[in-house]
């Protein structure tokens, strides 16, 4: 964990959170919408019939509820989620184990700002109590500012996640005033199983009531409430070992008869978790298809999937809903709104994913990130031209652009501060650009700018003036010779 990189984002946190944008949501008999449920409490009955919520749930900014209100609430339904849970500001909420009593799958399918579980400013929640949470498929965790929440010191998050390095659990209880007792430990005898977290063998819990469940020996590290180990095509836990039927939720697809690896013959993969018929994804194409309304999409199938749209290269043939590649260039425009997209997480460079034109100019700002350059490639690697200015800032996340793997053309119809179309400021670990022996770049206007970026070597930076065009277009200022390359081995360029 990177406390003092990350700790900038807590104001910038705060203010993201009072403006999330309301979602359309609705339920369809048990797998659910993407739900907002904020400052009124009696919506959180619209997760009574909630077996899965296809999407995410935020509950946010109650200020009015008490202990009392919650009591009564209880929705032993709901088990898995494929977005991300979001909990902020909901006063008298004491802990999640009424609530969510079986939740077991975060899947990360679309991540809150590299998160799949945030916890914040929850000012009276003593304890996490998900004691079900098996499995947080992809993602990380961000637990901050919670003035009264214990049993974290407990928790071995290693047991739910492929990798803990950037979960960021700071600024709640002292670990030391909380005294947390895992069930057993009062009688001299602790009921729950102890793991090794930073050198040091403890049992795990959720609660004075609750063990964090172990799976030992069950290599995808689902188990039943006995540890006995689930079949291999389950994910999190299950309710008879060895048997795909029985699965809580799927490590690959959910099917009418279990859990499978792939979809059988007639259905179609959705949402990254479950098999479909064609005529639920024709439902939703035919829906969507004289809608003007944001986020509906006509659905389409490609490669044994029911995605929103074709991508780049594709074009939908209107008989059959199937992906057919296109004869000629098939380019997909994407305007960007404000004239610039600021990518600063997994989750906004999402929504550029399939983009070959980007109409506008981009600024990325990634500080941190699991697995972040092949993220990036998946969602901008179609990238091929970029009509304004590209922008690289404090990006300490990046060793190399090679994620912009098709980027062939930055026009410069836009400048940074009238001036440059491609602009690198203050990226501590940037070491390469492209791979210039492969990689062709044209920049048809604008100056480049480099500052401050120590471990680029200035070689590097004259390969591409020379490759792209930009050659003696840059001032004596706008490439400085004293701060990049400064703490890297680089050959002089004398």
């Not at 214990?150 to 047991?159: E, F, K, M, P, V």
């Not at 006995?228 to 048997?243: P, R």
């Not at 594709?314 to 098939?330: E, Q």
Request: glycine share 8%; net charge positive.
């Amino acid at each position: 964990m990177r406390l003092s990189r990350m700790g900038w984002k807590t104001s910038v946190f705060v203010w993201i959170l009072f403006f999330i944008l309301t979602t359309w949501s609705h339920s369809n008999g048990e797998i659910c919408r993407s739900m907002d449920i904020r400052n009124n409490i009696t919506h959180l009955r619209m997760l009574e019939n909630c077996t899965v919520i296809e999407g995410h749930l935020q509950i946010l900014l109650m200020f009015k509820t008490k202990p009392e209100d919650f009591r009564n609430l209880r929705f032993p339904k709901l088990t898995m989620i494929t977005d991300y849970l979001l909990l902020f500001r909901v006063y008298g909420l004491e802990s999640l184990k009424d609530l969510f009593p079986n939740l077991t799958v975060i899947r990360g399918t679309h991540l809150f700002f590299n998160y799949a579980l945030v916890i914040f400013e929850m000012v009276h929640l003593k304890e996490v109590g998900l004691y079900s949470l098996m499995n947080i498929t992809r993602g990380a965790v961000r637990i901050e500012k919670n003035a009264e929440l214990c049993y974290l010191a407990t928790l071995d998050w290693s047991q739910i996640l492929d990798s803990v390095g950037d979960n960021y659990i700071v600024d709640n209880k002292d670990d030391r005033e909380c005294g947390d007792i895992c069930p057993g430990t009062g009688k001299g005898k602790s009921s729950c199983k102890p793991t090794v977290l930073n050198g040091v063998f403890n049992e795990r819990c959720w609660s004075q009531d609750h063990c964090q469940r172990v799976c030992q020996g069950c290599k995808w590290r689902a188990c039943t409430s006995k540890g006995e180990c689930c079949h291999s095509e389950c994910l999190g836990s299950c309710y008879e070992a060895n048997n795909p039927q029985k699965c809580v939720a799927c490590r690959h697809y959910q099917h009418i008869t279990g859990c499978v690896e792939t979809c059988p013959p007639g259905y179609y993969r959705f949402e990254g978790w479950r098999c479909v018929a064609f005529d639920f994804c024709q439902e939703l194409h035919n829906k969507c298809k004289n809608s003007r309304e944001s986020g509906c999409h006509q659905y389409v199938i490609h490669n044994g999937e029911c995605i929103p749209e074709c991508p780049s290269g594709y074009t939908m043939n209107s008989t059959n809903l199937n992906c057919s590649p296109c004869a000629g260039p098939c380019p997909r425009v994407c305007d960007i709104f404000g004239d610039e997209k600021m990518i600063d997480s997994v989750t906004s460079a999402q929504e550029l994913r399939g983009c070959t034109v980007i109409n506008g100019s981009i600024t990325i700002n990634i500080r941190g990130g699991n697995n972040i350059a092949a993220e990036l490639e998946a969602n901008l690697g179609l990238v091929e031209e970029i009509t304004g200015f590209l922008k690289i800032r404090r990006s300490y996340a990046l060793v190399s652009l090679s994620f912009f793997r098709k980027l062939r053309l930055i026009r410069g119809e836009m400048l940074e501060m009238g001036n440059y179309s491609f602009y690198a400021l203050d990226n501590q670990n940037l070491r390469q650009l492209w791979d210039w022996s492969k990689h062709k770049l044209t920049i048809a206007q604008g100056k480049l700018f480099f500052h401050y970026n120590p471990k680029l070597c200035l070689s590097e930076i004259h390969k591409m003036e020379d490759i792209s065009g930009a050659k003696g277009r840059q001032e004596k200022n706008d490439i400085a010779l004293k701060t990049n390359g400064d703490q890297a081995s680089c050959k002089s360029t004398q």
